[in-house]
């Protein structure tokens, strides 16, 4: 007789931001502002010689919206490291690669400073777990996969995902099926045996769709968009473990 193979252990794939961890509607520039103004003053503690604060943001605006145009004409994720790396170098500051890790972090730092998470996250992630399911991110982020690795950890979450997969880490977006796929390799699980939890219709619902998986849409608050035909829906992460027992065998 032959053996029976054993099916793969189910999966739930998990956006990060705005699904797992809410920022809300965030200005943009003010960040950037912060974000400047912060690395200014980490560069200033090591560096002697430091150019006026005015030609340092302007040197780091000009860095990101160069990136951001390479980004649409190559269809490939930018890296905040190399848009600080590239800025630096333009201002002669020079430093090893673990003092650019922690630019890094202090450069996303005015999203930490915003971000929540809803209550019982924890729990509802723990649940999954028992219930046999694997978890897993996957990230469309031009933040390096280390620093919202530390994001995490402050947040307690780390622990429950050890596979995250994060754009700027792997050069693919969603909804591209690259990202997807290699995060379902990594987990060793098939299309068939999982689902992807995201909060935009595109990027996340239709491109899990399109990469063979399941796909929850977690609704943002106030949408205006209504729930697509055959489009399953959730408004807090404590609704998926029912549902998820609907479209998993």
């Known amino acids: 007789m032959g053996k029976t193979s054993t099916p793969s252990p189910p999966a739930v794939l998990f956006d990060f931001g705005d699904t797992l961890v809410h920022f809300g509607n965030v200005d943009r ?66 430093a090893p690669a673990d003092f650019f890790n922690e630019l890094v972090w202090h450069w996303y730092r005015p999203l930490v400073d915003v971000a929540t998470v809803e209550d019982g996250t924890a729990d509802v992630l723990q649940q999954l777990i028992d219930q046999g399911y694997q978890l897993a991110i996957v990230s469309n982020t031009f933040v390096p996969g280390f620093a919202l690795d530390r994001h995490l950890a402050k947040l307690d979450l780390l622990k429950y995902f050890p596979v995250r997969i994060y754009s700027c880490d ?8 690259h990202i997807f796929n290699i995060a379902l390799d990594r987990l060793g699980t098939p299309a068939r045996r999982a689902v992807f939890v995201g909060d935009l219709l595109d990027a996340d619902v239709r491109g899990a769709k399109r990469a063979g998986m399941q796909a929850v849409w977690r609704r943002p608050p106030d949408t205006p968009y209504q729930t697509p035909d055959h489009t399953h829906a959730i408004d807090s992460l404590h609704e998926l473990p029912d549902l998820l027992s609907e479209l998993i065998d």
């Open 29 to 94: 520039k003010a960040a950037f502002r912060k974000a400047t103004w912060r690395t200014y003053h980490v560069w200033a503690k090591r560096s002697k010689r430091m150019p006026d604060y005015r030609r340092f943001y302007l040197h780091h605006w000009f860095a990101l919206r160069w990136s951001f145009l390479k980004t649409i004409l190559l269809r490939r994720e930018m890296d905040t490291m190399r848009i600080l790396q590239r800025a630096s170098s333009k201002l002669w500051l020079r």
């Open 170 to 177: 792997v050069g693919y977006r969603k909804p591209s099926r």
